[in-house]
């Protein structure tokens, strides 16, 4: 088992939701434990956001052997009403966009 990560004081910019959806946009075959660990998350938490993903119709997944490979609906609008006309695809490009440009602002190691 793992351990629980440490809480989180403060608001953010990003839902969890949306911190889950990224870390399967990187890898659709990632295991629950892993993006809990990444996300900061439960394991338990991050099974209720991907269940909630899966039923307002964002995310699908197959069942492989005891693994789960996961499928984004990307052209599904988002939700509220001020990002009316924006799709998934659109927030997790921005999203790609910012991992890329963050990485290449990190040091190179020698």
Do not use: K
């Not at 659709?28 to 039923?55: F, K, N």
């Not at 499928?71 to 890329?100: F, K, N, Y």
């Amino acid at each position: 088992m793992g351990s629980v990560p440490e809480p989180h004081a403060g608001w953010t910019f990003l839902t969890n939701h949306a911190r889950v959806l990224a870390a399967i946009a990187d890898d659709p075959s990632t295991r629950i434990r892993d993006i809990a660990a990444h996300c900061r998350l439960t394991d338990r938490a991050v099974q209720r956001i991907i269940a909630d993903l899966e039923e307002s119709g964002y995310l699908s997944h197959t069942r492989q052997g005891r693994s789960n490979t996961y499928q984004i609906e990307s052209g599904t609008p988002l939700r509220h009403p001020a990002e009316a006309g924006l799709t998934v695809a659109t927030l997790l490009a921005v999203l790609a966009q910012h991992d890329e440009q963050r990485g290449q602002l990190r040091p190179r190691s020698s």
